[in-house]
């Protein structure tokens, strides 16, 4: 091996080549352990969006990842020990070569002529060069061999005396050192904070199992996503100097670099194939990749084509207008490959090195700029908690004619929690591109402070139109966006009077928190207590029709409503009820159910008990649902 092959050798191993060796390996980490998790996947979730399965699939995928990026250590770890044997195997091959040329070297100069050209020695000179550099190189790789064996040696010996401690410091410190991904721990350790996104994601699939809000089902979808991903992200890189900003360019970049790795699983497995040595046909297993590799982007051109052109789609339709497949098959089998590229493309992308570049430099301003950007800002700000204190918190001074106080309330509500969001941002920005200033740092706090009195004059005036018009989840959900929203700008302060405060995980674990209890507060049934127990006092302004449409959580305060109402309103609830299960039972038409002759304080009862009815009859062991199954209980058989 000469010295341009050793070089370029190393430089593509630097650069992210992977070789057919590597991409063998990573398939049998992450072949049958995908596939598997696919199969826990699809039986979990198919058709199945809020059973009990869900904290089953959210646990296997905790566990597919510890184990694979376990995986991902011990077999690093052996093939980087390859690696240098192979190249040091190199290096003295070559040294044997220069070895071995020398006395031809020697004896061709004794015979050669005192006064020989210089031009005929260049040749000579060009290959002593070269040799010299390999020897040098040889050289140099054998101190950093001699340098990397006694690390091993001493921290051998550190992992005997405290197994405990898994060499945690040293790995963020050569993570901070870098300043690239490093694969899980050199022995497949999770992260000092791990534990507390993996709590969060199987407290987010309990959630999900009890309760039967759609809403909330998909927002614990999406929470648990981004969960995966810091806890992911926490792992494979140095993130604990990264802010919002570089959270957020890390996520997306790990999904749209997962995108690009659907071709992967492919490479590795033909790479597998060809490591194997299989006695196949050569050509035969050549055009099996061939195909398989065609086969996404012939599914993807042939659906483009068919949107294009009508004439393409009838016939492809007419085409395949024989074949019939069951829909729920088609379903099955795409969530399987979902499930496998998924799990493979997602791991496969983040054990790449180098792969999610963040600038950690900024430019520094000057704080002069800052302060007087912000002080007309402060001074309108200051004007406008007086107003709020006179008009809102006060009511000592008279409102514009013909507005209520509940229309006062609502009036700018959301453009006003908008401007609470833009200053948290705000602050944020002038602490991380201005230099630190004591004139600076006190006008920060006092928009704080001023911002701080605007998230109370937004939920004081939530209530006061909540006492009006009643709950919404909407209304329930901005109360605790602006509950989270304070103990953020909490955080704020906290940054501007200590620098080195972790705001990004204060937020992290803020936000996790308060989204955990308005997960498991159950919020239908709060709106359904709050909103039946104020109907007489409010019928009004009573929507009977939103009530009617609340999930199945809500079924306890309607039970208790039940229970309270009078006798004549037993008797027509009652009859509301018969009359929706005979239309679920297809004995009369839904649209009876509009011209029944209840009034609508219970003709809402006739609707609600529709859901109930068809829980009961969809109710099964896989799809188990606490919130669902509770409901039928109270309420099928009254």
Not at 214 to 219: A, D, F, L, Q
Not at 439 to 459: D, P, Q, R
Not at 532 to 561: I, R
Request: glycine share 6%.
């Amino acid at each position: 091996m000469d010295g341009n092959g050793i070089e370029q050798k190393a430089t593509d191993r630097k650069e992210g080549h992977e070789s057919s060796s590597l991409q063998a390996m990573y398939f049998k980490i992450f072949g049958l352990s995908g596939l598997l998790y696919a199969a826990v996947y699809t039986i979990c979730m198919f058709q199945n969006d809020s059973g009990i399965t869900m904290p089953v699939w959210i646990a296997a995928t905790i566990l597919y990842a510890c184990v694979t990026m376990r995986q991902i250590s011990v077999a690093e770890s052996v093939k980087e020990k390859e690696l240098i044997r192979e190249e040091m195997a190199g290096k003295e091959a070559a040294r044997a070569e220069v070895a071995e040329k020398e006395p031809i070297r020697a004896k061709m100069a004794e015979k050669e002529p005192i006064r020989t050209d210089v031009a005929e020695k260049e040749p000579i000179r060009a290959e002593t060069a070269e040799k010299e550099w390999i020897r040098a190189d040889v050289a140099e790789k054998e101190l950093i061999r001699a340098e990397t064996a006694g690390k091993e040696a001493a921290r051998a010996d550190m992992a005997q005396k405290e197994p405990d401690k898994t060499d945690a410091s040293e790995r963020d410190t050569t993570r901070a050192e870098t300043g690239t991904n490093v694969s899980v721990g050199s022995y497949g350790h999770l992260r000092t904070g791990s534990w507390f996104y993996i709590t969060v994601m199987m407290l987010l699939g309990i959630a999900t199992f009890l309760t039967d809000q759609s809403v909330m089902i998909w927002m614990n979808y999406i929470g648990f996503f981004v969960m995966l991903l810091l806890f992911l992200l926490h792992n494979f890189y140095d993130d604990s100097q990264w802010d919002f900003t570089k959270n957020m360019v890390a996520m997306m970049t790990a999904v749209s670099g997962a995108v690009g790795c659907v071709l992967t699983p492919f490479t590795d497995g033909y790479a597998f194939l060809k490591e194997k040595k299989t006695k196949e046909n050569k050509t035969t297993r050549a055009v099996l990749t061939g195909l398989l590799l065609a086969a996404p982007g012939i599914l993807v051109v042939g659906f483009c084509l068919m949107c294009a052109d009508a004439v393409f789609e009838t016939m492809v339709l007419r085409m395949f207008s024989g074949v019939r497949m069951p829909v729920r098959v088609l379903q099955a089998v795409g969530m399987l490959l979902f499930g496998f590229f998924s799990s493979y493309c997602g791991m496969r992308y983040l054990i790449r090195r180098d792969q999610i570049q963040i600038e950690s430099r900024r430019p520094v301003f000057d704080p002069v700029i800052a302060i007087t950007f912000l002080a007309p800002f402060f001074i309108m700000y200051a004007v406008f908690c007086g107003v709020q204190v006179l008009y809102l918190f006060a009511a000592s001074m008279q409102l514009p004619d013909g507005m209520t106080y509940a229309q006062y309330a609502h009036r700018g509500f959301y453009m006003l929690l908008f401007v609470c969001v833009v200053n948290f941002g705000l602050v944020l920005v002038m602490r991380k591109y201005f230099a630190r200033n004591r004139i600076l740092h006190m006008l920060l706090l006092l928009i704080c402070g001023c911002t701080f009195v605007m998230l109370a004059s937004s939920a004081y005036r939530m209530c006061l139109y909540i006492s009006v018009y009643q709950l919404t989840f909407l209304r329930v959900f901005v109360l605790a966006a602006l509950l989270a929203l304070a103990f953020l700008l909490a955080g704020a302060m906290a940054v501007i009077l200590k620098p080195n405060f972790m705001l990004v995980r204060y937020s992290i674990g803020v936000i996790s928190t308060i989204y955990l209890c308005l997960a498991f507060v159950h919020v239908d049934h709060l709106i359904a207590s709050y909103n039946l127990a104020h109907a007489q006092e409010n019928a009004a302004n009573m929507d009977w029709w939103y009530l009617s449409q609340l999930s199945l959580d809500a079924a306890p305060a309607v039970e208790h409503y039940y229970e309270q109402a009078s006798l004549e309103a037993k008797s027509q609830m009652d009859d509301g009820a018969r009359l929706a299960q005979a239309i679920l039972e297809g004995r009369l038409d839904d649209s009876m159910l509009a011209e029944t002759d209840a009034p609508k304080e219970t003709y809402w009862y006739s609707m609600y008990m529709c859901k109930v009815y068809q829980a009961k009859s969809n109710l099964g062991v896989r799809n188990f649902n606490l919130s669902r199954y509770r409901a039928v209980q109270m309420l099928a058989g009254k």
